[in-house]
T-cell receptor, first 115, second 115 residues
Framework: AQSVTQLGSHVSVSEGALVLLRCNYSSSVPPYLFWYVQYPNQGLQLLLKYTSAATLVKGINGFEAEFKKSETSFHLTKPSAHMSDAAEYFCAVSDLAASYGKLTFGQGTILTVHP | NAGVTQTPKFQVLKTGQSMTLQCAQDMNHNSMYWYRQDPGMGLRLIYYSASEGTTDKGEVPNGYNVSRLNKREFSLRLESAAPSQTSVYFC??????????????FGSGTRLTVV
């Protein structure tokens, strides 16, 4: 069975500081990994995805994530936080072969950005 | 605009009432999903439909039924609403016909309150 653990339900950073949101996964087969962002009262929007092509994945709004198989991690980073980055972020995992594309989501991390 | 459309956006039900949440996608995706989102619990899969004519239970199916009316539409029904079903419901779709999982496109959600 696949699972995702997001370390830290709340992360707070200052504007201009590094953003690091942690995600560890468990999967019995090579996984597909995703980060989604949810702004208040909205649906989820895809930030980036890992589909085995490259271990460093760049997404929208300056975010990137690195797939580390040895650490079973897929942490999300951004060099310099903006106020507009304040949102909830979800990591998700899927193994297409067995799951009809079903995604398993982590519990979410709320990012707060201080001026 | 291409995407996933959910109706209604908001709903208040009394305990024991029934209702159907509607979802339609216009991206010709074969797979569709219903999730519920509760604080601190991420998104949990209720039901999914890998293709037109098929539906399967997810992690939390009790109290719900679904219908995949055609390739575009996937509805979620609450036969007898309970306060525990107060949540935000998201519909999503995905193209799972190829070898790569590109992730979901989400609707904007339905905020349901059962009193």
């Amino acid at each position: 069975a696949q699972s995702v653990t997001q370390l830290g339900s709340h992360v707070s950073v200052s504007e201009g500081a590094l953003v690091l949101l942690r995600c560890n996964y468990s999967s019995s087969v090579p996984p597909y990994l995703f980060w989604y962002v949810q702004y208040p009262n909205q649906g989820l929007q895809l930030l980036l995805k890992y589909t085995s092509a490259a271990t460093l994945v760049k997404g929208i709004n300056g975010f990137e994530a690195e797939f580390k198989k040895s650490e079973t991690s897929f942490h999300l980073t951004k060099p310099s936080a903006h106020m507009s980055d304040a949102a909830e972020y979800f990591c998700a995992v899927s193994d297409l072969a067995a799951s009809y594309g079903k995604l398993t989501f982590g519990q979410g991390t709320i990012l707060t950005v201080h001026p | 605009n291409a995407g996933v459309t959910q109706t209604p956006k908001f709903q208040v039900l009394k305990t024991g009432q029934s209702m159907t949440l509607q979802c339609a996608q216009d991206m010709n995706h074969n797979s569709m999903y219903w999730y519920r989102q509760d604080p601190g619990m991420g998104l949990r899969l209720i039901y999914y439909s890998a293709s037109e004519g098929t539906t399967d239970k997810g992690e939390v199916p009790n109290g719900y039924n679904v219908s995949r009316l055609n390739k575009r539409e996937f509805s979620l029904r609450l036969e007898s609403a309970a306060p525990s079903q107060t949540s935000v419901y998201f519909c999503a779709s995905s193209d799972t016909t190829g070898p790569i999982n590109y992730g979901y496109t989400f609707g904007s959600g339905t905020r349901l309150t059962v009193v």
